[in-house]
């Protein structure tokens, strides 16, 4: 095959972004980007082997090796495969998949190594969540791990919170959808106007937002009267969305109210969009009151916060009620998956309840997950367009978020969204299903795995090992963790790329055989 | 600004102007005569209901033909108007449709009856009928319980189109608001003629059915019964263990064979009688529903005979409940509870490919619920263009459905129909269990409802009831059904209509 600069001979320039730029067979995003990842992971565990040594200092050696080789290999790959100077939205869909990837194989590695796990599912599993900012976990007593490995646990939630946020940020512009979320450019903008250094600064931006958000939690906890090492835990799975906990009751642990209350206050600013922030930061407090979508994030919290204590009220103070009501309800539409009881023990409304919260998800442009605010309110305001449209067929009418108008491109986009996240949700259903779930577990597990949420209903219940569900179970609440923290489009990406090998194929050899024929058939 | 509610004006000369009275004045009429003939069929079969029948057949004919006569059809109909219109004559006709339930005295409770008559109407065939309901029963009733899905099925205002002297483009509006599936074809210039052959090919269908049925060897009562059922995709039966009385192969193939068939479109069936019975191959959205089927029957006897099934019973349980759930009839093969037949009790993995036919449905323009495999087509292959702009974003790549090019304007209605129906599962799903269900109860309760299947699973399964329910929880799944059954967007707009009317009312005290 011939590759020109803008691709395979014949094919039309992908966007404009690629026109006229030579590529050396040397340049690889995904090669560069995956090295970049290993150099932070390298970082991190170097870190985790430092936290090792003020606990029981068994692992340090192991991390610190490991940590080393991680750092070796990510600059040898950041060396022998610089970045090329543009990037095609393929190119870029598969960064995500193997950037995401190869963290997921270090932690693996770590795991294994360490002796933490010695089965492999097992380590990909908890590698797995802890990337995808899932908070199933397969430890059933975090508190036997040594200090370095729940560190390394922490760590990789925050370190996937942080690549959840740049898929969103350098990817999804360049696919046309829901692009940054900018304070100029909240809304999904269709083809990014964004230049490489636009989005580098961007990410600049982000991630001292995001540290400083980590920063203030870690402070918080500390306040709260947590150790120093539980609050810098807790602060990177909390405002990673993460969930996982350094403890077997997750914060039910520490019985403290005060505790309690400051998760919840994590986690609202784990699922608060990050432009938001950066607008209060910056004084904008007319963008921050304008933004439908914050006051959707905090209605659906309060509106969960006060069902659940009006229709759940076994006998507790209205304090305690209101508290554990708040968060549960902060847990799931952050889709966090701190827990301080178990939820799926409720009435079943309210379980019901909290799975819809959980797959609609948090705002764009944070790190939760789900199928997020802003595409939930563009789809009801698309949703009255349709009806008024019915009735009066002439009218023509916009769709609305706030007072920001959705271009249609845009929302045949989001309706495409739409699509997909179904069919990836009914897909996860029914394997789930095969895979010998029941059916409550099985759609709860689907949504809340695609939500990077974590626990469900039935046997997925908060505090019960993810292996209780079953070892196939296990991989198929894998690939939905990852296809949903990565926006879905890099997973089916590879789906579609693996079946269109044989597809193309095998229309090749038509096509051959075609024009073979003796009786002239048209080449198609 | 117009404040009076839709269709409704008074001019001085003429009769009232409405077409929605008038639609709900020609359906009683037609549900009157339907009462009529079952108390001629309760007197042949020696009931005891004849009285009770006449008297609702009189009421429901005096009311109907009042508002007929009173009335007339304007010449141009807004689209409000025509929602309003169908909407509000199935309600009308589903209460008269329950007092031959309360004048005979088998329910006292009004809702029972009112949920009976919906479910017949919409074709669900959910229902609140125990076993000792069932003895009771008198064959005029029951044959009346059967009736009320053959009116619901082709639909009773397809029914009154045919009758009408000319509607012009307003009757096919109407038939277009009615039927099941986002496109209705013409098969006839005229609209009445269409409406006309529809409901030809449909009383052809039912006579074959039923002598297919009676060949059986199943008695004539039931024969006829069943098949008022069978092509209206219903599910209602007159026994109450539905199919699973007779047990027998036989009479499960013929049944099949009908729901297929019901659950496939009338105009490839109208072609098909015509000479033209390849057309069904032709349709990619028939191709796509029966291997879809085949797929379903294949995974749920692989999941039955995996958990230790033999393989015959295996294929038997799945080809029956696969198509009765794919075509969104809902008869029940079970011969009690716990049975195999029962897929209340199935392994989970079976009970999810029920739930997803229970979604889907069968095709449009057909009598079948659901969210309509057409639909079901076109978003799969707007998920696919999705991925395929995801690597090009600027590429243009428009939707096909049988080599036709769909407008954006088509798939965007498609994909908000499928967003309703989701959002409204979804709500009545979180309305069933805060009311207290379980979660699988209140989901496919409410799945069921709305693709007007019949059983769900949990405690509603096949071989229970809706008893389970509550009243006001049935009252949920009757709305359910009604919206299900007129394709979401009739009813949802009629609210919508009603509430602004109502607002500008009270705006004005």
């Known amino acids: 095959m011939t590759w020109t600069p803008a691709g395979r001979v014949g094919d039309p320039p992908e966007s404009s972004l690629d026109i006229g730029t030579p590529r050396s067979p040397r340049q690889s995003a995904e090669a560069n980007v995956a090295g970049l990842a290993l150099l932070v992971a390298g970082g991190a565990l170097l870190a985790s082997a430092l936290a090792d040594l003020t606990g029981t200092s068994e692992d340090a050696l192991s991390l610190a090796a490991l940590g080393v080789a991680s750092v070796v290999v990510g600059l040898a790959l950041r060396h022998r495969f610089p970045l090329p100077a543009r990037i095609t939205p393929r190119s870029s869909l598969r960064t995500a998949a193997v950037t995401l990837l190869s963290l997921i194989g270090v932690s693996t590695a770590v795991y294994l190594l360490t002796g933490t796990f010695t089965n492999l599912e097992q380590a990909v599993m908890e590698s797995t969540s802890g990337f995808t900012t899932t908070a199933l976990t397969v430890i059933t007593d975090p508190e036997s791990a040594g200090r370095g490995i729940l560190f390394w646990r922490a760590v990789t939630q925050w370190i996937g919170g942080f690549a959840a946020l740049a898929t969103i940020i350098a990817v999804l512009p360049f696919l046309g959808v829901s692009g940054p979320a900018d304070a100029q450019t909240r809304l999904p903008t269709g083809i990014s106007h964004l230049t490489s250094g636009h989005v580098r600064r961007l990410l600049g931006r982000y991630l001292v937002l995001y540290s400083t958000l980590t920063l203030v939690g870690a402070l918080m906890f500390l306040g709260g009267g947590m150790g120093p090492f539980d609050a810098i835990s807790y602060a990177f799975t909390t405002i990673s969305t993460g969930g996982f906990s350094n403890h077997a009751g997750s914060f039910g642990r520490f019985d403290s109210a005060l505790l309690e209350w400051l998760g919840v206050a994590g986690m609202f600013l784990g699922g608060l969009s990050l432009s938001v922030v950066w607008s209060a930061l910056r004084g904008h407090t007319d963008r921050v009151v304008g933004a439908l979508e914050l006051w959707v994030y905090v209605g659906l919290i309060t509106a969960a916060t006060l069902t659940i204590?009006?229709?759940?009220?076994?006998?507790?103070?209205?304090?305690?009620?209101?508290?554990?009501?708040?968060?549960?309800?902060?847990?799931?539409?952050?889709?966090?998956?701190?827990?301080?009881?178990?939820?799926?023990?409720?009435?079943?409304?309210?379980?019901?309840?909290?799975?819809?919260?959980?797959?609609?998800?948090?705002?764009?442009?944070?790190?939760?997950?789900?199928?997020?605010?802003?595409?939930?309110?563009?789809?009801?305001?698309?949703?009255?367009?349709?009806?008024?449209?019915?009735?009066?067929?002439?009218?023509?009418?916009?769709?609305r978020v706030g007072r920001e108008v959705v271009p249609d491109r845009m929302v045949a986009r989001i309706l495409g969204y739409q699509a997909l996240y179904i069919a990836t949700a009914a897909a996860g259903f029914v394997a789930l299903a095969a895979a010998g779930t029941d059916v409550v577990t099985a759609l709860s597990g689907s949504v809340s795995a695609l939500a990077t949420y974590g626990p469900a209903l039935g046997d997925l219940s908060v505090g019960r090992p993810v292996s209780d569900i079953g070892a196939d179970a296990v991989v198929v609440m894998g690939v939905l963790m990852f296809a949903g923290r990565i926006e879905l489009y890099p997973l089916l990406d590879g789906v579609i790329s693996a079946f269109s090998v044989p597809v193309r194929a095998l229309r090749r050899f038509r096509g051959r055989r075609r024009i073979a024929s003796p009786d002239g058939g048209v080449r198609s | 600004?117009?404040?009076?509610?839709?269709?409704?004006?008074?001019?001085?000369?003429?009769?009232?102007?409405?077409?929605?009275?008038?639609?709900?004045?020609?359906?009683?009429?037609?549900?009157?005569?339907?009462?009529?003939?079952?108390?001629?069929?309760?007197?042949?079969?020696?009931?005891?209901?004849?009285?009770?029948?006449?008297?609702?057949?009189?009421?429901?004919?005096?009311?109907?033909?009042?508002?007929?006569?009173?009335?007339?059809?304007?010449?141009?109909?807004?689209?409000?108007?025509?929602?309003?219109?169908?909407?509000?004559?199935?309600?009308?006709?589903?209460?008269?449709?329950?007092?031959?339930?309360?004048?005979?005295?088998?329910?006292?409770?009004?809702?029972?009856?009112?949920?009976?008559?919906?479910?017949?109407?919409?074709?669900?065939?959910?229902?609140?009928?125990?076993?000792?309901?069932?003895?009771?029963?008198?064959?005029?009733?029951?044959?009346?319980?059967?009736?009320?899905?053959?009116?619901?099925?082709?639909?009773?205002?397809?029914?009154?189109?045919?009758?009408?002297?000319?509607?012009?483009?307003?009757?096919?509006?109407?038939?277009?608001?009615?039927?099941?599936?986002?496109?209705?074809?013409?098969?006839?210039?005229?609209?009445?003629?269409?409406?006309?052959?529809?409901?030809?090919?449909?009383?052809?269908?039912?006579?074959?059915?039923?002598?297919?049925?009676?060949?059986?060897?199943?008695?004539?009562?039931?024969?006829?019964?069943?098949?008022?059922?069978?092509?209206?995709?219903?599910?209602?039966?007159?026994?109450?263990?539905?199919?699973?009385?007779?047990?027998?192969?036989?009479?499960?193939?013929?049944?099949?064979?009908?729901?297929?068939?019901?659950?496939?479109?009338?105009?490839?069936?109208?072609?098909?009688?015509?000479?033209?019975?390849?057309?069904?191959?032709?349709?990619?959205?028939?191709?796509?529903?029966?291997?879809?089927?085949?797929?379903?029957?294949?995974?749920?006897?692989?999941?039955?005979?995996?958990?230790?099934?033999?393989?015959?019973?295996?294929?038997?349980?799945?080809?029956?409940?696969?198509?009765?759930?794919?075509?969104?009839?809902?008869?029940?093969?079970?011969?009690?509870?716990?049975?195999?037949?029962?897929?209340?009790?199935?392994?989970?993995?079976?009970?999810?490919?029920?739930?997803?036919?229970?979604?889907?449905?069968?095709?449009?323009?057909?009598?079948?619920?659901?969210?309509?495999?057409?639909?079901?087509?076109?978003?799969?292959?707007?998920a696919w263009r999705e991925l395929r702009r995801a690597e090009r974003p600027r590429v243009v790549l428009p939707i096909k459905q049988d080599s036709e090019v769909l407008g954006e304007d088509v798939v965007g209605r498609i994909a908000g129909f499928v967003l309703l129906y989701i959002v409204i599962v979804v709500g009545a799903t979180l309305a069933l269990t805060l009311a207290g269900n379980d979660v699988l109860t209140g989901f496919s309760g409410a799945i069921s409802a709305m693709g007007n299947m019949g059983p769900a699973l949990g405690e509603a399964g096949p071989a229970s009831n809706f008893a389970v329910y509550s009243s006001a929880e049935r009252m949920i799944l009757a709305a359910l059904m009604i919206i299900g059954r007129l394709e979401v967007f009739p009813t949802v707009l009629t609210v919508v209509v009603l509430a602004s009317w109502a607002r500008r009312r009270l705006r004005q005290r």
């Open chain 1, 309 to 399: 204590s009006v229709v759940e009220s076994p006998g507790l103070t209205l304090a305690e009620n209101l508290r554990i009501s708040a968060f549960t309800a902060a847990s799931a539409v952050s889709s966090t998956g701190h827990y301080v009881t178990d939820w799926s023990l409720w009435e079943p409304g309210l379980t019901m309840m909290l799975v819809i919260l959980i797959g609609v998800g948090a705002m764009s442009g944070s790190v939760g997950g789900g199928f997020r605010i802003v595409r939930g309110v563009a789809l009801f305001s698309y949703l009255w367009r349709e009806l008024a449209t019915q009735l009066r067929p002439r009218l023509v009418g916009v769709v």
């Open chain 2, 1 to 382: 600004m117009n404040t009076t509610p839709p269709g409704i004006g008074f001019t001085p000369t003429r009769k009232l102007r409405s077409v929605w009275v008038h639609m709900a004045g020609m359906s009683l009429v037609f549900a009157a005569a339907g009462m009529a003939l079952c108390a001629v069929v309760d007197l042949i079969e020696g009931g005891h209901s004849t009285a009770g029948l006449l008297g609702s057949a009189g009421i429901t004919a005096v009311l109907g033909e009042t508002m007929r006569r009173g009335t007339e059809v304007p010449e141009d109909l807004p689209p409000k108007a025509v929602f309003v219109a169908v909407c509000v004559s199935w309600v009308i006709t589903s209460v008269a449709g329950a007092l031959p339930y309360l004048l005979t005295g088998l329910f006292e409770s009004v809702d029972a009856a009112f949920f009976e008559s919906i479910s017949g109407f919409t074709c669900s065939g959910s229902s609140v009928f125990t076993a000792e309901d069932f003895a009771r029963a008198t064959p005029g009733l029951l044959f009346w319980r059967q009736l009320t899905q053959w009116f619901g099925g082709m639909g009773i205002i397809v029914l009154a189109v045919a009758v009408l002297p000319f509607l012009g483009v307003g009757g096919l509006e109407l038939i277009r608001a009615e039927a099941p599936g986002p496109t209705s074809d013409r098969l006839a210039p005229r609209v009445s003629e269409t409406a006309k052959r529809l409901w030809t090919v449909y009383v052809v269908f039912t006579a074959a059915s039923a002598i297919a049925l009676l060949v059986t060897g199943i008695g004539w009562f039931d024969a006829v019964g069943l098949s008022l059922a069978l092509v209206s995709t219903g599910g209602f039966a007159p026994q109450a263990a539905s199919i699973g009385t007779y047990d027998s192969v036989a009479v499960e193939a013929v049944v099949i064979v009908g729901m297929v068939i019901g659950g496939a479109s009338f105009t490839l069936l109208y072609s098909a009688l015509r000479g033209r019975p390849l057309d069904y191959l032709r349709s990619s959205e028939f191709r796509m529903y029966i291997s879809g089927m085949a797929v379903g029957v294949v995974a749920v006897s692989v999941f039955l005979a995996a958990s230790g099934w033999g393989v015959g019973e295996s294929l038997r349980m799945a080809a029956f409940n696969v198509a009765t759930l794919g075509t969104s009839t809902g008869f029940g093969n079970a011969t009690g509870a716990g049975s195999p037949g029962d897929f209340a009790v199935w392994v989970p993995a079976a009970q999810v490919v029920l739930l997803l036919f229970m979604w889907v449905g069968g095709m449009t323009g057909s009598t079948s619920g659901g969210m309509k495999v057409l639909r079901a087509q076109v978003m799969a292959r707007v």
